[in-house]
């Protein structure tokens, strides 16, 4: 079942974050890696991926850097900076936080 | 293809900056192959299918090409108008600034500086009254120290059971308006019944207390050095009314005194005991002191006159010089910068005896009071803490000078003293934080508080 786009809007960030700290991607396959992981659940366009990889890059959350593998295009890859770690480790914080709480107030109901 | 690309230009074309919009082609454009080739082979579409594929789910690429482009602009240019408000607002700011410095120091800070300076006439005006109380000295120099705190406090306290006695004191005097007496009021005063009924009983034993330079005392002394971690109005209130309490009271009750003697037919022991209560008034050393003694050297002029005692009377002129004297020695030492050779003509004066005292006594009510308002300023304000701190040598050699060392405690502000505008009412307003108010604020009060001797000569009218 695809997940709500209004829940899905204030977690992108941390969504994408997560993605690189295991592997630096380039945006194709960050895409692909989301939505083979989330079993096609949470699909990004490029409307929404490519605005949002490069708010991250201008708050130096991630850096970019071109690389040319041998018999494929050229590619743009972003990479987690130190800052995206720290970033990721507090969203991840208040994520959890959130879950909790929420899973609280619904089991109680 | 020709559609796919069409299509990443117009989502490149809302991006302003040239290399970014170069570098986002491209990377797009190895997103939309990627995909391309994928839904290819996933879904054994040719390659305008797959492309028609990929078009339908794309989104509008103008909206996608502003959001790239807002996420590449710093923040500062992503709100225009809050930029330029905030510009504006900075602008405004340094204008009101610069233009307050300008009109400060073209305008406000002299006028400051030579309100705060003597001026020429001052000093002319000061040392010819000096001369005058030279030549018909009012006061002897003395040497005696006792203290009537105690004894009078006691009386007042006792005597008719305490508050009844201070009112009916004044309840009488302010009938008959005892000090402002005229010759034609005496016989009247004399006639009245209540007269004698004010207990003067004790006035004699006053003859035990003459406390001039009742500072070296031994009790007051230490009582100094406690009063001076107070504030300035502690440290007056003390010295005002420390050797005398009840100051204004006690010399109507001189008077009455003095009038009964009248009335008993012994007016020269009325005018002996008189004069020795002026004395003790203006032993107080402090401005208020000085200023109700003068009250009394005016009664006991007319005193004089009217039973035409043959004693050395002082005129009410000359009382008058000795006032402004008082308030002259306060004015002095309140400026901010001293003439040395206007001092050492001056220094043959600084004596309890040319009412000196009352300088040093009210002296923190003025600059002393004033000096924080005058420290620790922003950059571009007046800085007087260098005059101030001349000023303050200043007074310390004029005490040494007049033998009043005892009273340095007072003069040196302590850590409350300096601290004592920004804890009164004023020193907590917000006022204060802005640049210039404070010092705008001080000029003001320093205007109602400082006395300027040149005034008081338009102003007391002599009678």
Known sequence: MPVNKELLKGSMKTLVLKMLLSKSSHGYELAQRIEQLTKGNIILTEGTLYPLLHSLEADKCIESFWEKPAGKRKRKVYKLTKLGKENLSEKTKSWNEFVKTMKLVLEAA | MKRLNNYIRAVCQKIKNKDLRKSTYRELKTHYLMKLEKIMKDKKLNKNEAIEVILKSAGNPKKIGAKINLANTPWFFRYPYIMLSLVSSSILFITVILMTSYIMHQRFFPKLISFLSSSESFYSLIIKDLEAIEKAPIFKPHSRERNAHIFLSKKFKNQGEGKNFLNDINAFS???????????????????????????????????????????????????????????????????????????????????????????????????????????????????????????????????????????RTTVELADTYKRVSWGWISLVNEISIDSSKISALKKYMKPEFGFCSAITEYPMGLSLMSSFFSNPWPFELNLEKEIKENLTFQEAALEECGLKVLKPLLRPDKREATWSKKSGIGNSSFVAVPYVRQLLAYHLFLTAKPRYTSLYDNLVVK
């Open chain 2, 174 to 312: 302010a009938k008959h308006q005892i000090l402002k007496i005229d010759q034609n009021s005496f016989s009247k005063v004399l006639q009245d019944p209540d007269l004698m009924k004010i207990d003067t009983s004790w006035a004699q034993e006053i003859y035990s207390f003459d406390h001039w330079n009742y500072f070296e005392d031994e009790v007051i002394k230490r009582n100094i050095k406690r009063v001076s971690g107070g504030d300035s109005i502690e440290k007056i209130s003390f010295i005002a009314s420390y050797s005398i309490p009840e100051l204004f009271t006690f010399l109507k009750w001189s008077a009455i005194y003095s009038l009964q003697m009248l009335e008993k037919r012994r007016p020269e022991e009325g005018a002996k005991f008189f004069r020795h209560a002026v004395n003790l008034v203006n032993s107080t050393g402090s401005n208020i002191g000085q200023n109700i003694a003068v009250i009394g050297l005016k009664f006991e002029s007319k005193f004089l006159e009217v039973n035409q005692i043959d004693s050395k």
